[in-house]
């Protein structure tokens, strides 16, 4: 059905890149490209002679509007799926706008120079507007709606698993189970176990900045922002058993909250063992976790990209990780007059995953249902000018998808709650 590019060919990127693969009627031609093509060609080696796609390999610095369209013209893409880092979003929807071609990505825009005193500016002015204090946030995308609809382009925002998946969940169970959803937990468990004291599952500067940030959560039209880890909670996971849970800011709570009509309160916990906390708490303290350069011997370097180089790959987790993710949503509302709360949530096994695509559960659960938009935009079915959150796409096909393409779901009655008391 035609050509993607796809940008990075990091944890994520590998997997989404491997189901692609899998998936040649719908990408016919897979174009790999990051800033070290010699890594894209490696995925492509991996590939070659298990996949009828057509692939190839490319050097490109998505910081830079100019490269990243001069990529597309050459290309000419059908769409762009951008599995590189936040930072890079706008970037590379502005090429996609300069070439007409449609955007997917799984995380939204964050700046990597916090200290810009111009992205300072606008976000300081965000703190006090909306309440909440995270240094990513929708408005930076949100702005390129009537843009992307002018130009009769799609951007799918947020096609991972969280946010995507839990969002898609979430318009599941408007369309099928409530008539009306007044609260949201997304639960995401992780009780797998790669055996090293500290490893992050994903890119380790943007899951430590995300986890050492305030929390939030949206209560009755506002958002109440919380200390870093300052909400803690056990919760007993189907398939898992009990973990402790924390609250976190997360991106998909500002766009449920705008997307899922009369929803009184959503909040999302991540699961974190002692041994986690602790690293992270001793790295902050010493300033292991800034983004701002520092000089060492007469050299510029960002401490936290210090630590990414010291850490292991999250790529590398794969073989070592045993055990299971489960991540899901927690719904209460009204049905036919009557409350009602159910679970839908995924299981996934991080040695499955590795059998299957040489890689944990957490790259895995986030590629797939990236492929997953992908292929709805590609295919027409979510397709429509503008810029839109999974939420906003009718859910069954993509539900539907997870069930076809390794990430099957279930739902289950009457679930234990969270405990409200904060
Ligand atoms: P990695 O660090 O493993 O990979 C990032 C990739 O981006 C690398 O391949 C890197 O390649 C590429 N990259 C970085 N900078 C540039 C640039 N300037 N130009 C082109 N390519 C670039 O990250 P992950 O695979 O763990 O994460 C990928 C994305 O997925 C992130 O945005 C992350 O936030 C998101 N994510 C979303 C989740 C969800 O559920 N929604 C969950 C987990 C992750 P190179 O260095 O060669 O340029």
Redesign the pocket.
Known sequence: MGKIVI????????VAIQKCAMHAEVFEEICI?????S??DDLKNKLEGKTKAVITTAH?????VD??AALLMKEKPAAVL????????L?IMEACLKCGVDYI???NY?AEDTEDPQWRAVYEKRCKEAGFTAYFDYSWQWAYRERFREAGITALL?????????SVFTAYAMKHYFDEIHTIDILDCNGGDHGYPFAT???????LR?VSANGSYWENGHWVETKPMEIKREYDFPQVGKKDMYLLHH??IESLALNVPGVKRIRFFMTFGESYLTHMSCLENVGMLSTVPIDFDGKEIVPIQFL?ALLP???SLGPRTVGKTNIGCIFSGIKDGREKSIYIYNVCDHQECYKEVGSQA??Y???V??MIGAMLVMTGIWKKPGVFNVEEFDPDPFMEALNTWGLPWAVEDNPAKVDTEL
Do not use: M, W
């Not at 490109?60 to 830079?64: E, I, L, T, Y």
């Not at 951008?82 to 979003?89: E, F, H, S």
């Open positions: 940008i990075g060919c990091g944890g994520v990127a590998s490209a990051s800033r070290t093509k890594k894209c490109v610095d998505a910081d830079h490269e990243v951008n599995l590189a880092l936040p930072y890079q979003d970037a990505d799984t995380a964050e947020g096609s991972g698993f969280d946010p995507g998946v839990t599952n994903f890119n380790p500067e943007i899951n995300e991106e998909e990414k790959d999250p790529a957490i790259s659960t986030t590629g249902p990236a």
